[in-house]
């Protein structure tokens, strides 16, 4: 039987109100005659009501997956691309050039490259301000690396299109990055504009000043020669997911900040360099062989710089962005805020490396609700205590499911040595405030010392609006997992990044993990802010005809599959969006998976259904709502990149494209989201055609 409309099928809401409450299965089974009017009551009730349209929780048909260059969502919406990379920031601001042959100066008055997280901040009623509106406010949103062979117009060498690489084309990446804020406004037929002359539209790139805050500022190990106080760095990079707090701030997470670094010369790499994954070529990009402060001979401590949680005040555009060190250094994925009861700010993030850690601030301060742009909870991120997890297996081995512990990462704190961590070498220091430091700064070794989990690349975090003490983490993949010979971090921090081989546990329970899970845990108490845990997996995603240690969850079928779950986010509603960033290449171990793709789940039944699949070649990553949720924004990032899609260009001899091909014919694979034009990363904006609700 079909049923073409958004609402629940009559067994879905039995379905649901069973996994809600497993004593009313006893019910089902004398029928639901006289008892169904007293059965519904009761699913009312648990199910809420008021504006919360929980009868509906995915209340839209799945759609199919797809390999073609486009952005497809169920009947009944629209998407539309809005302020793709390149778009000028301002009515000042320089156009676009389709041959990216604009400037380094020019690319920093104009939206970045690669969209990531991004937040919706609604103006208040005056407009002036922070507030609750729907029709109008500042979009937020990051920027995290550049596709080199579509950003940079190819140079004289036919043998690789970035040669000859100047110190322009270094400070044109560099303005690629980081952060964009754009004024927007809802028009009367529901479209999105971008208010180009209002004082509010800024960008913060890899050169703008970022002060630098918390335990480890000042600290030697910060400091340089063009910053001698420690206290000041130009730029934020790598700019993954995000966050936003309670007071209208908005929280950019620097990720994979160790590519942009390298050495000219012979040097031997320190173990905070090899643990922190510095090489002497980066990923490519080739800044340090022209700009000496990404070269780590010339600057051994620029490294350092960066790895941070940087706040930003988007409503005023004089306020300069704050690295908080106090939230620990590591590769930040993003950074999901909760409130204790207590008042209590929790920050959770992910370290976003194979076999790193989950790692959770809690403030020292309290939130002040009646005041919440206030600037005392302003300041609640410059102290508190940093934890990582350490997820323990439960009584019943094989069942996926346990306990964990929230340790302090403190002076005092006793690592797997016996000894407090202000004992150990990494962290020696004449007073415990400077071992604080060196433990947010060396905060992956902190946790290898303290003995904390190691998961399957922690992505994404976030926590579920209808109880602020359930939080769910995307563990992407792990091809290292489970394989021989096996190997942990050394819990002296000697490690090199990624390097660990660790065996199977309950809550990394696959070998060669190619396609990732959720796992979720619920605090002592429901209080974010407490230090025990109990967890279980939500789902792990694969292929349905696999059986064993590899096979995916149950709730894992033909209509939605995929891998590499990435992208996590809570709708108001309660709805858990899941988006991914892995093979696209349709084949194999991901037959029938498609484009990247964004799906949406009930946390309470599991059932998990796909709402979009990006275009050729893209991540999809970012989702952000307005306060009345009828607008969604979701980002694509890196369209057009080559990897290992089906449909990517090849030579006559079956050879696949390289690099410097589509450099010099960049619309060959992809034209999204331009038809005629190279590809860029964009915002998509998400609108139901009868205005209602998205995903209800």
Sequence with gaps: ????????????????????????????????????????????????????????????????????????????????????????????APAWKPDASNTAAEQELQVGDNHDGIEFFGFNAAGNGFGNRSDEGLLVFNHEYINPEYFYAPGSNPDDWLQPFTLEKARKGQAGHGVTIAHIRRRADGMWEHVKTSPYNRRIHGNTPVSIQGPAAGHPLM?????????????????????????????????????????????????????????????????????????????????????????????????????????????????????????????YM?????????????????????????????????????????????????DRMGSGVWIPLLPGTVGLDGKPLRENPNFAAAT???????????ARQAADAVGATMMDRPEWVTVNPKNPGNVYVTLTNNNRRGTTPASSNNPDGSSSAGSARPPVDEANPRSNNLWGHIVRWTEAGNDPAATTFTWDIFVLAGQPSVTG????????????????????????????????????????????????????????????RRFLVGPSGCEVTGVTWTPDRKTMFVNIQHPGELGSHPNRPKNPDGSTWSDNQIARDPTRFSQWPTQGARPRSATVVIRRTDGGVIGG
């Design 350 to 398: 992910g370290c976003d490396e194979r076999n790193e850690y989950i790692y959770k601030f809690v403030s020292s301060g309290k939130f002040d609700a009646a005041n919440p742009t206030s600037a005392a909870n302003r300041r609640l991120l410059e102290q508190g205590t940093l934890y990582v997890a350490r997820f323990d297996a439960g009584p019943v081995a094989g």
């Design 1 to 92: 039987m079909s049923n073409p409309s958004r609402n629940l099928h009559l067994q879905q809401v039995v379905d649901r109100a069973i996994a809600i409450q497993p004593s009313r299965r006893q019910l089902m089974k004398i029928g639901l005659g006289a008892a169904s009017l007293p059965f519904l009551g009761m699913l009312s009730g648990c199910l809420g009501g008021g504006d919360d349209p929980v009868e509906q929780m995915l209340g839209f048909q799945g759609i199919p997956t797809a390999t073609g260059d486009s952005v497809l969502v169920p009947a009944g919406y629209v998407a539309t691309a809005f302020l793709p990379w390149g778009e000028p920031i301002n009515a000042n």
């Design 432 to 442: 415990d405030a400077e071992v604080l430091a060196l433990i947010m700064i060396k």
């Design 549 to 608: 240690e590899r096979a995916p969850s149950s709730n894992i079928n033909a209509n939605n599959l995929f891998n590499s779950p990435d992208g996590l986010m809570f709708d108001g509603f309660g709805r858990l969006w899941i988006q991914t960033d892995g093979s696209f290449s349709n084949t194999g171990d991901y037959a029938g998976m498609g484009n990247n793709q964004m799906l949406a789940a009930d946390p309470v039944t599991k059932e998990i």
């Design 223 to 347: 400091r340089t020669a063009a910053d001698p106080a420690g206290t000041m760095v130009l730029g934020t990079l790598n700019n993954c997911g995000a966050g936003r707090t309670p007071w209208g701030t908005y929280l950019t997470c620097e990720e994979n900040f160790n590519g942009y670094f390298g050495w000219n010369g012979d040097r031997t790499p320190t173990a905070l360099e090899r643990r922190y994954g510095i090489t002497k070529g980066g990923f490519g990009y080739l800044w340090h062989t022209v700009d000496p402060r990404f070269d780590v001979n010339a600057n051994p401590n620029e490294p350092n710089r960066f790895g941070w949680v940087v706040e930003i005040d988007p409503f005023d555009p004089n306020a300069r962005p704050v690295k908080r060190t106090a939230l620990g250094r590591f590769k930040h994925e993003n950074a999901a805020v909760s409130i204790g009861p207590d008042g209590r700010v929790v920050v």
